[in-house]
């Protein structure tokens, strides 16, 4: 079983910048693909980015590309989402999520193994 626990979410004006942690209790962190998603109220779960095992392979939302950088420190069993020029469209609930795989990143919420229990990012305009 693996237990995933995000943080580093809060509420930034629009132009600011927040980094998202997700700690992974998992012996063998470093043969997970992890991913990020977000869930906007009355919206299905949107994959935002994903990082291989190893970090040799990474992808991100069109939406985000050029504003959000995935990045993981498989020593600390931990990957982040640093999030910069927020804008208020990007509000959501934002979650983690672990793939037992050493395939490439995947973007779906349904093919990922395990999730976390998510953090409110709430940005202003």
């Known amino acids: 079983q693996v237990q995933l626990v995000e943080s580093g979410g809060g509420l930034v004006q629009a132009g600011g910048s927040l980094t998202l942690s997700c700690a992974a209790s998992?012996?063998?962190?470093?043969?997970?693909?992890m991913g990020w998603f977000r869930q906007a109220p009355g919206k299905e779960h949107e994959f935002v980015a994903a990082?291989?095992?190893?970090?040799?392979?990474?992808m991100y939302a069109d939406s985000v590309m050029g504003r959000f950088t995935i990045s993981r420190d498989n020593a600390k069993n931990t990957v982040y989402l640093q999030m910069n020029s927020l804008k208020p469209e990007d509000t959501a609930v934002y979650y983690c999520?672990?793939?037992?795989?050493?395939?490439?990143?995947?973007?779906?919420?349904?093919?990922?193994?395990?999730w976390g229990q998510g953090t409110q990012v709430t940005v202003s305009s």
């Open positions: 990082i291989s095992w190893s970090a040799g392979r990474i």
């Open positions: 999520a672990a793939d037992f795989d050493f395939g490439p990143p995947l973007r779906t919420w349904v093919d990922y193994d395990y």
């Open positions: 998992v012996r063998t962190f470093s043969s997970y693909t």
